[in-house]
């Protein structure tokens, strides 16, 4: 009802304005620099302020609500807009260590429409629109020396009424394996009506991938800095309108803040959507594109690679000398350039030991990475190393320790909040470890939110239900297929994600239905910055020398990605270019088979090769091919199945 409400309301807007000849009817809007994509803003009676965007002429977002509820201040209703600045193009260009593109472009316009409330209190808010999307955050004006504090942020997302949904519900705080959600790593509801609601309290977390009519929009947050906490969706949209959801009460550490809290001037996160074709939103850099440029510093050393690790697989007891130090012998036969160490080393190996495997994965040009715990008091996990993390004074004597003894990184586990306090506590991590010259993964955590670009030693983040669950239970092993041909339109369109791809072995006491050729394919469709793949030395020896020469080819550094096919959870074909060779990798969620054709008219003449599943999903088969001149490539997807083509220009 509130839906048609408004719709009837800003037809009668347009009435009024149609019959004012002398008012700039486009003062209120501002387009992509192609113009296709048209945001308007508006304002009631009552004061609220909203806006709704169309893609070539078509609703993608109804009338959509703007608004801060701040403690000294309503941002809400009873608002004036004050001013409208003129349409001001925005460029930038940026470089990134991890990510589906190295070198980025940017090209948007800005407008900025200034609003006062009933106490002449000034909020902005800055809408960028670029050809991929729109952005826009609030500003809050002033020099105000004490604490300004947001109780509820009023923006929505007003989506058509028949636009489809493909979520990933966020679990409530404190639930879960040792109380450390959430931690981003539920499955997908898939194709389901946006007026569905969340099936926990918590609502939904981003990136949110909708469907409306031709157009795809994919929503979610940029530049989190640490005057904020991280959001979410609300679990219930009405009629499609999904509301800017806060933490739980129980997301915030060290007694600190749970919602936001700042001193003026204040800028709010950036809300991200991209829309246009399916193409269009998952080649789109926008999550990056407005996140916070990298803080100041040489970030040289900072060395994006693959990784052995033995835990996903072979679990606690195995974290000791002797199977590390073959670890490190595996990955330096791959041609990796790190190895990982997980949880309980210090107990396990000890530091005078870990000192022997570093120096030892020295001669070998392999890395070491080092796990450890970030818990204090909020969940109730037990894996040591524990607590070092928690004060500035601890942690940076660790990472001094570390960096003398040649460790080049960190995995930080169990994080499970996402209030302000615990974004605090990311940042500070990050920096500190980049004043040590330590690489950085976080899992069991929130998403990036582009991160990588402010912190270019952070090579990657947890932030999705990856393999280690495959291995733990067989009903998350049988959604795994189609959860994975969901990634790469959501999760990881914009930022990093440590899945921990790729097993060829068969797992104890687990059914496996991905075939191995969908393994390997994982191993370019997913991004990371440092990839750990799952698969153990005597699994990859149980393979195809092909297999494994193309699992030491396989780069995680990219200048180039390109969307070739797919639709989200059930198949995607993505291709990606590192200097001048292209790997092209694509996977079937479903279980039929099914016949494609390529369109690869990009790499139109090139010959290489193309691994593909053979008579069975354990069996893998290499062919040669050149792609032909008119770039079409027929090409079969088994059930459950995936391929990999490698070509050189």
């Excluded at 403690?71 to 809400?76: A, C, I, L, R, V």
């Excluded at 297999?547 to 959870?569: N, Q, Y």
Aim: hydrophobic share 40%; aromatic share 12%.
């Amino acid at each position: 009802m509130f839906k048609r409400k408004m719709i009837a309301w800003m037809a009668m807007i347009g009435l009024f304005y149609s019959c004012q000849p002398s008012v700039d009817t486009t003062s209120n809007q501002v387009s992509s620099p192609d113009g296709t994509l048209v945001l308007t803003v508006a304002l009631s009676e009552t004061g609220n302020a909203s806006y709704s965007v169309t893609k070539d002429g078509t609703a993608v977002l109804e009338t959509s609500q703007l608004g801060v509820r701040r403690q000294d201040g309503e941002f809400t209703a009873g608002l004036k807009l004050t001013a409208t600045s003129e349409s001001k193009s925005i460029k930038d260009s940026y470089t990134l260590k991890v990510g589906k593109r190295r070198d980025n472009q940017y090209l948007a316009n800005q407008k900025v429409f200034t609003f006062a409330n009933a106490q002449d209190q000034i909020m902005e808010v800055i809408f960028q629109l670029s050809d991929d999307g729109v952005a826009f955050r609030y500003h809050f004006l002033g020099e105000a020396g004490e604490q300004k504090f947001i109780t509820d942020e009023l923006t929505t997302f007003n989506l058509p009424n028949d636009a489809r949904a493909w979520l990933q519900p966020c679990a409530d705080a404190k639930t879960g394996w040792a109380q450390c959600n959430p931690s981003y790593e539920e499955n997908y509801l898939m194709d389901i009506s946006v007026n569905q609601a969340s099936p926990t309290k918590a609502g939904w977390v981003y990136p949110a991938l909708f469907k409306t009519g031709d157009n795809w929009v994919i929503i979610s947050e940029a530049g989190l800095d640490k005057n904020y906490c991280a959001t979410r969706l609300e679990p219930k949209s009405p009629e499609g309108e999904y509301k800017v959801g806060f933490p739980q009460d129980a997301e915030q550490i060290f007694d600190g803040e749970l919602y936001p809290e700042s001193t003026l001037p204040w800028y709010s996160p950036w809300r991200v959507l991209a829309i246009g074709s399916l193409k269009t939103v998952t080649e789109s850099t926008l999550g990056t594109d407005v996140a916070t440029p990298a803080i100041a510093g040489d970030f040289s050393w900072v060395e994006p690679g693959r990784a052995s690790w033995s835990w996903v697989l072979l679990k606690d007891d195995m974290t000791n000398y002797p199977v590390s130090k073959q670890f490190i012998d595996y990955a330096s036969d791959m041609g990796w350039e790190y190895c990982l160490i997980d949880a309980l080393w210090d107990t396990q190996i000890g530091y005078e030991k870990i000192q022997e495997l570093v120096d030892y994965a020295a001669t070998k040009d392999v890395g070491l990475l080092l796990w450890y715990n970030s818990a204090g008091n909020w969940n109730e996990t037990f894996q040591t190393p524990k607590d070092m993390m928690l004060t500035p004074e601890s942690r940076m004597a660790e990472f001094k320790r570390i960096k003398e003894m040649g460790v080049k990184g960190v995995k930080i586990d169990f994080f499970g909040g996402d209030g302000q306090s615990v974004i605090e506590y990311y940042h500070e991590i990050l920096t500190d470890a980049a004043e040590a010259g330590i690489m950085v993964n976080f899992h069991g955590c929130t998403l990036p939110r582009g991160w990588q670009r402010t912190y270019p030693n952070l090579v990657s983040m947890e932030s999705i239900k990856g393999m280690e669950f495959i291995t733990f239970d067989q009903k998350d092993a049988d959604v795994a297929v189609p959860h994975c041909a969901m990634l790469p339109f959501t999760r990881n369109v914009f930022d990093p994600m440590d899945f921990t791809p790729v097993a060829f072995s068969e797992i104890p006491n687990i059914k496996r239905l991905s075939s191995n050729g969908f393994e390997l394919a994982l191993s370019v469709l997913f991004v990371s910055g440092v990839q750990h793949y799952a698969e153990t030395a005597e699994g990859m020896q149980a393979v195809p020398e092909f297999v494994r020469e193309a699992m030491r080819a396989v780069p995680v550094k990219w200048d180039e990605t390109v969307f070739v096919d797919g639709f989200p959870g059930k198949q995607v074909v993505m291709a990606r270019r590192s200097g001048k060779n292209w790997f092209i990798a694509g996977i079937n969620g479903e279980t039929e088979e099914k016949a494609l054709t390529l369109d690869l008219s990009f790499v139109k003449g090139l010959q290489g090769t193309m691994i593909n599943d053979g008579m069975t999903n354990r069996d893998l088969v290499q062919d040669q091919i050149t792609v032909a001149e008119d770039g079409q490539l027929p090409i079969i997807l088994k059930p459950n199945g995936g391929f990999l083509i490698q070509l050189s220009e």
